[in-house]
């Protein structure tokens, strides 16, 4: 990891739930899974050294600060694809890691799926989640507006960018609601 994050960072392992990166402390923090495979753990490292090298703390403590808790758990999921999408292009074998461990994590049901009968009833950021982290053969799939707001989610830059369509995501799944509650009325 600390290789991999071209700088002395913190690797500690902890009894959470999931892996996590402080980007103000510089530490990783790996979960003790029983149950952790080779596979996994490597996922887990990359994506939280995507944190370390393309987070940058100035700015995406913005994110924190001024937006209201539902646009910064958009904004987590949107900058998830950022970070992973630049660490597949730095590290090309990476791709390989990542697919495997969310394979397996997709296999244990990890990301609750199973249990949801039809994955058209998720909210919009669930299915962009589910499906740069499942792939597209966990069953989620897309009407060609939301197909645009992925393709803009795969191709994110900046953090301004991750705000305004986690904004414009939030909007389009609250108006989708509003729109189906009518319809069942």
């Known amino acids: 990891a600390k ?4 700088e002395n960072i913190d ?10 990166f402080d ?32 987070t940058i703390r100035d700015e995406y403590g913005v994110v924190y600060e001024k937006e209201k808790k539902h646009l910064r758990e958009y904004a ?23 697919g495997a461990g969310y394979r397996q994590l997709n296999d244990r049901d990890f990301f609750g799926v199973k249990q949801i009968q039809d994955l058209s009833t998720l909210n919009l950021i669930d299915k962009i989640n589910l499906y740069f982290k499942a792939g597209f053969s966990c069953g989620v799939t897309f009407n060609p507006d939301e197909k645009n707001f992925v393709n803009r989610a795969e ?19 609250k108006e989708q609601a509003e729109e189906k509650k009518k319809q069942q009325q």
């Open 155 to 173: 191709r994110t830059e900046t953090i301004s960018e991750i705000v305004a369509l986690a904004n414009e995501i939030y909007a389009y799944s």
């Open 23 to 54: 980007i103000k402390n510089r530490v990783l923090i790996l979960p003790r899974w029983k149950d952790m495979t080779d596979e996994i753990e490597e996922m887990l490292m990359l994506h939280e050294v995507g944190h370390a090298l393309y």
């Open 11 to 20: 690797v500690i392992r902890s009894n959470v739930a999931t892996a996590a």
């Open 76 to 98: 987590n999921v949107i900058e998830d694809v950022r970070i992973e999408r630049k660490m597949k292009e730095r590290y090309p074998g990476s791709r390989k890691s990542f």
């Open 3 to 6: 290789l991999l994050a071209t």
